[in-house]
């Protein structure tokens, strides 16, 4: 690699990181050619996790850190004093081929700012997505963002070899987006979620391939007074109408040369890890927005506690529950318990009453759980009768959390 690209390499690589929409869970495998190359396992450069648990690797660069648009609260933005760099389409593929080639990487996340116009931008994209896939053979996973002022029409050539497209919603609230990216349009980019969403699931129907591994979406949290009850309803609303596969949570960050509109100080990445607590509670547990909102305070999730344990301290009176007898969506709200445990425990409990070594064996956070379970040998204190639960089950302050 020449010193130019290395150069360029650091810049835009650097400039990528503060997209987090960067995963390839939902990827369907690409049949690859005899001359193909790539695949989705591996080792490389950036680690995203599926919601299995999968590590996965990707080249995660921008197009280009020049921009036409001002958004406050982006560090490529126009007025940002930062150094610049652009690459150009056969770099791109050159740079992710050659990583490949070395088992650095399992595919591309490429993102970009807005040069010269939205549809110039799109195009140029979409160019390496289809030499890559065209003239190179490359059946890797290829995650492209999708610029929402573009034409519908290079949107949809980009979903022809794209896994997956994402496109930023920036804010949960339409209010702010206006005040802190005037140039972006909340309604526009809702509309253009809504075509990729047509199309997905018309191809879908018609079992042909346009962005097989569904779209996502980026929030960031802390750059305005909007709370955290009002970002997961965003939250349930795209999932609900859109069929997104993830939102991605990024805690606010100052940046140099700031507005004064902006946070002087960083958002807490707790909120951003109890931001992430919750979505999941919302797609997979069955909560709904008001339930986790209730766990904390004027809309903010508690940070010291996750929001399962804040909302079954809340309803201290609906435990301890059976763990033989209680339906599942009961058990789903046991702290401690992840799905794959409840279903291994309805699984297990039809062949005899289950005791609490019986719980230790098929969940592996079975002392948060004993506090609000009922086993065969096993009948805690009713959660009414214990004051100093919560200082009990409140883990020791720590950056991340895992979430059981």
Not at 15 to 27: E, L, M, P, R, T
Not at 286 to 307: H, K, N, R
């Amino acid at each position: 690699m020449d010193d130019t690209l290395a150069t360029k390499l650091r810049i835009l690589a650097d400039a990528a990181k503060y997209d987090a929409s960067c995963a390839s869970s939902g990827s369907a495998g690409r049949a690859a050619k005899k001359t193909g190359i790539g695949s989705t396992t591996g080792a490389g450069i950036c680690h995203s996790y599926t919601p299995d648990g999968r590590c996965v690797s990707l080249l995660k660069i921008l197009l280009t850190n020049y921009c036409l648009f001002d958004c406050a609260y982006c560090i490529n933005r126009r007025s940002s004093n930062v150094e610049r760099a652009r690459f150009s389409v056969d770099e791109v593929v050159r740079l992710t081929l050659g990583f490949y080639k070395r088992n650095y990487i399992e595919g591309l996340f490429l993102s970009s700012g807005i040069i010269r116009s939205p549809d110039y931008t799109m195009e140029q994209m979409m160019r390496v997505a289809r030499s890559l896939r065209e003239e190179h053979g490359f059946a890797g996973y290829i995650h492209l963002k999708a610029i929402p002022e573009a034409s519908p029409w290079l949107v949809e050539q980009a979903g022809l070899w794209a896994d997956r497209l994402s496109l930023n919603i920036e804010l949960a609230s339409e209010t702010s987006l206006k005040s802190l990216a005037p140039e972006k349009d909340a309604p526009r980019i809702r509309a253009t979620m809504g075509q990729m969403t047509e199309r997905i699931a018309e191809a879908r129907e018609e079992k042909r391939r346009f962005a097989p591994a569904g779209q996502s979406t980026q929030m960031i949290v802390g750059a305005d007074a909007t709370t955290d009850a009002t970002v997961l309803e965003t939250s349930a609303t795209l999932y609900r109408g859109y069929g997104l596969r993830r939102v991605y949570y990024s805690a606010f960050s100052p940046i140099p040369e700031a507005s004064r509109v902006l946070p002087v100080k960083p958002a807490p990445l707790r909120r951003e890890n109890r931001l992430y607590q919750a979505d999941w509670l919302l797609r997979y547990y069955g909560f709904s927005v008001e339930e986790i909102a209730a766990g904390g305070t004027e809309g903010m999730l508690d940070l010291d506690i996750d929001p399962k344990l804040a909302w079954a301290l809340k309803h201290r009176e609906r435990f301890p529950v059976d763990v033989n007898s209680a339906d599942r969506e009961m058990l789903l709200r046991v702290p401690g318990l992840g799905a794959r445990a409840v279903d291994r425990i309805l699984k297990a409990r039809r062949f005899g009453r289950l005791r609490l070594d019986d719980i230790g064996r098929l969940s592996t956070s079975v002392k948060r759980a004993r506090a609000f379970l009922i086993t065969a040998d096993h009948h805690p204190l009713r959660l009414t009768d214990r004051a100093d639960l919560r200082e009990r089950l409140a883990p020791a302050p720590r950056q991340m959390e895992l979430f059981g």
